[in-house]
């Protein structure tokens, strides 16, 4: 029971904050919290602990839990990814990660083809090839499971363990698109041969194929996500003095 009223109180803190009803700057205090969310000091002490993990909120002592802006939150978490794509900001949030994933993928498939040991060469092949699969028969649930397994393989198979770990930030971008409709039942043919091509690619230790296949993807996908972020501003974070 604490652990799920925790949950709750954090969800609808994070949600109000990133959505803009608790604006930068806004302060709250404790027992203004306890009372609104019908929950007890020790779990808002933990749901503000959280919080100040991910760069959402500050404490100040004789002032009290203050909303930071959106350049101090930590835009690798799962939860504010979560969150931003459940907001109006899911344009911005979408265009963030899709230009990550192009600077970054193509480059994890052309040292996939390079480092990648060859059980997981295998595994990324079968995941290709269930993908396009999945696509052709509709099956939209199994078709994200098998898309989040195929770039998760990619990025792991670099042999780069920061690449590795974005796994999390692609995976969360997959399935927000889905939850969200951005993704069709039927996906491209021209995208899933292109994932079967970066699989065969990898697998034959060709790395300049890999890399472009891997390109060709993220283009497509920002080409056809562009409309969901025009007019969506940019965060720009302070560079330190």
Known sequence: MTSSLHHRAI?????????GELAAGHVMLAEQLEEELQVSRSVIRE???VLQSLGLVETTKRVGIRVLPSHRW??????????????EARGAQLRSLAEL???VEPAAAELAAHNAPAQLR?????????????GHSGDVTRFLELDIRFHSLLLSGS?????ANL????????????????????????????HVDVAEAISRGDAAA???????ILRRTMSRMADTWTGQPRVFVPVAD
């Open 11 to 19: 969800e609808n803190l994070g949600t109000r904050i990133i959505s």
């Open 47 to 49: 749901a503000v602990r």
């Open 74 to 87: 930590n835009p690798f978490d799962a939860q504010v990814i979560r969150w931003r794509l459940a907001s």
């Open 101 to 103: 994933r192009a600077a």
């Open 122 to 134: 295998l595994e990324l092949m079968d995941a290709a090839y269930a993908m396009r699969e999945a």
């Open 159 to 163: 042999g780069n363990e920061m690449f």
């Open 167 to 194: 796994m999390g930030q692609v995976a969360e971008t997959l399935t927000g698109r889905t939850v969200h409709g951005l993704m069709p039942d039927h996906p491209h043919e021209g995208a899933l041969q292109w």
């Open 210 to 216: 890999a890399r472009d296949a891997s390109d060709r």
